[in-house]
């Protein structure tokens, strides 16, 4: 069974910091992987997406990385904001057939960048 | 450019009411629709999943259930509802894909908080 951890669960970091969030997931079988924000109340938006063939994406200060061997993967976002502050969740999707490639989620990384 | 709607936004219903949540996607055709739960402390969990009109797959047995009557609606419905189906409720779309999944990326609705008293 698939399960994916999100550590660490919440994170505060000055203004400009550089910061790493981390994603882990038991099975490596997966056909992507994604990561998203969430704002308090809010629906999720998707950031990055990565193809199991992939090794990393970038967009804008946003990075992310994908070993899926070693079952992790990281969102490196540089010079943070305090807009950036918002709970990022990662979700993989399972690569075999059944609910349509469910996607499993972490429960989040809530990040506070303080000004 | 595809837009999703969902409503209402926010919904206060006592123990034993029905519900009907509403979803639509604009702008693209045949999309795969999904109905997720997230519950606090608990993050996201896939309730209902459908890949074309009047197709429902249900991933956990509960008290809820789905329908899609025309292409880009999806209804998330409870005859009577139980203190434990208060928590967000997404909904999701991606474009249809080959073979038995898509591999593309998923685009949330706003979210539809619900609080059973």
């Known amino acids: 069974k698939q399960e994916v951890t999100q550590i660490p669960a919440a994170l505060s970091v000055p203004e400009g910091e550089n910061l790493v969030l981390n994603c882990s997931f038991t099975d490596s079988a997966i056909y992507n992987l994604q990561w998203f924000r969430q704002d308090p109340g809010k629906g999720l938006t998707s950031l990055l997406l990565?193809?199991?063939?992939?090794r990393e994406q970038t967009s804008g200060r946003l990075n992310a990385s994908l070993d899926k061997s070693s079952g992790r993967s990281t969102l490196y976002i540089a010079a943070s904001q305090p807009g950036d502050s918002a709970t990022y969740l990662c979700a993989v999707r399972r690569n075999y057939g059944g609910s349509q490639g469910n996607l499993i989620f972490g429960k989040g990384t809530k990040l506070s960048v303080k000004p | 450019s595809q837009t999703i709607h969902q409503w209402p936004a926010t919904l206060v219903q006592p123990v034993g009411s029905p519900l009907s949540l509403e979803c639509t996607v604009e702008?693209?055709?045949?999309?795969?629709l999904y109905w997720y739960r997230q519950a606090a402390g608990r993050g996201l969990q896939l309730l209902f999943y459908?890949?074309?009109?009047?197709?429902i797959s249900s991933e956990v047995p509960q008290n809820l259930s789905a329908s899609r009557p025309q292409d880009r609606q999806f209804i998330l419905s409870s005859k009577k509802l139980l203190l434990s189906d208060s928590g967000f409720y997404l909904c999701a779309w991606t474009l249809s894909g080959t073979g038995s999944f898509s591999g593309n990326t998923i685009y949330f609705g706003e979210g539809s908080w619900l609080t059973v008293v």
């Open positions: 459908s890949v074309g009109i009047g197709q």
């Open positions: 990565i193809q199991s063939s992939q």
């Open positions: 702008g693209t055709s045949n999309p795969n």
